[in-house]
């Protein structure tokens, strides 16, 4: 590879495929979570943009933010699967210089869009238990809506530099007549690495510290008031640690392989063979992964939303909880004056 070629960026300019299966189950793999993550996060999006304007789903801060998730994690499926199907299928970039910056641009924003609304949820889910007395006007409507914007704002800032060092090449001594979108830094290292570790704090590090200690800190303040509360309040505690348990491991599990690669890549040699093309492939699975989970954890999981879902399709299949059940999530939703969709 030339100097300043990208090792990983969402996309892997190659000229061989070290496993060459992969040129054919790549794309279909690649495919079958396409599909599974456009039909989840396009359902979410149905089932809040078709509730009724006096229902008091759509209208919560929670579910805006659920409906901001379900637009980046689709936004980030559609730029990012079929153009990433293509590098391993086609011999070339054939899209184009416009689709080189673009595709690339919006696949980073979308991605940061994403990560930092789990954040803001985490966020929320925390003065929704700890600060319950002032919740009902920390988390408005109005301030929901002011904090996607700042998150869209920040990470179409965020994402300017791949825009701008993203560009099709052409000309290389293995391949004279094909075309490649590169990232191109100038010779500039320091720059480039730069950029790289910042995306690693902003858009990893410091998101995995925030959720984590604002699902701890709401735990926290939940066992202290199960203290004294019945054993129905127990067993919604419980859920709510394997919720909390399972949204840490899904975002750590679903980003760790990617930046792995991608300062290994950076600040070392990273190999070309079968092993780690597989590695590459498995980061990749992770990273898309991530946003198919993401509607079943926030939303599915939701009573709420099980509930909006039924007043959007009838569907006879999704049957009302348990009365037990039931009034263990009451209590528990009292407990945060709020209505929780992750019960957190």
Not at 91 to 120: D, Q, R
Request: net charge positive.
């Amino acid at each position: 590879k030339p100097p300043g070629a990208q090792t990983l960026q969402l996309e892997e300019p190659t000229f061989s495929t070290p496993w060459e299966e992969g040129v054919v189950i790549v794309p279909v793999l690649f495919g079958l979570i396409f599909m599974l993550g456009m039909v989840g996060n396009t359902l979410v999006l149905v089932v809040l943009g078709r509730i009724r304007s006096g229902g008091r789903p759509s209208r919560s801060a929670t579910n805006i933010f659920i409906l901001n998730l379900s637009i980046a994690d689709f936004s980030f499926l559609l730029f990012c699967v079929p153009f990433q199907a293509t590098i391993y299928s086609l011999p070339e970039w054939v899209f184009g210089a416009f689709f080189c910056k673009w595709v690339h641009y919006l696949a980073m924003a979308t991605m940061l869009v994403s990560i930092f609304t789990l954040v803001a949820m985490s966020v929320d889910r925390y003065i929704a238990v700890v600060h319950a007395k002032r919740s009902p006007c920390i988390r408005s409507k109005r301030n929901a809506s002011l904090g996607v914007g700042i998150i869209w704002l920040l990470s179409l800032l965020i994402a300017i530099p791949v825009a701008q060092h993203q560009a099709l090449m052409s000309g290389h001594r293995q391949a004279p007549n094909s075309s490649f979108c590169w990232e191109q830094w100038a010779d500039d290292s320091a720059a480039k690495q730069t950029y790289k570790v910042t995306i690693l704090v902003v858009g990893y590090l410091l998101p995995l510290v925030l959720i984590t200690c604002c699902y701890a800190r709401g735990k926290r303040n939940l066992i202290i008031r199960a203290q004294n509360g019945s054993s129905n309040t127990w067993l919604c505690l419980f859920q709510t640690a394997q919720t909390v348990l399972l949204v840490v491991a899904v975002f750590l599990i679903s980003w760790l392989p990617h930046h792995i690669i991608t300062m290994w890549a950076e600040f070392g040699q990273f190999p070309l063979n079968n092993i780690s093309f597989t590695f590459r492939i498995i980061s990749h699975c992770l990273a898309y992964g991530n946003s198919c989970i993401n509607p079943i954890i926030y939303a599915f999981l939701s009573e709420n939303f099980r509930k909006a879902c039924r007043q959007v399709f009838t569907c006879k299949f999704l049957r009302q909880p348990a009365p037990a059940e039931k009034l263990a999530r009451i209590r528990t939703e009292n407990f945060s004056t709020t209505h929780s969709t992750t019960n957190v």
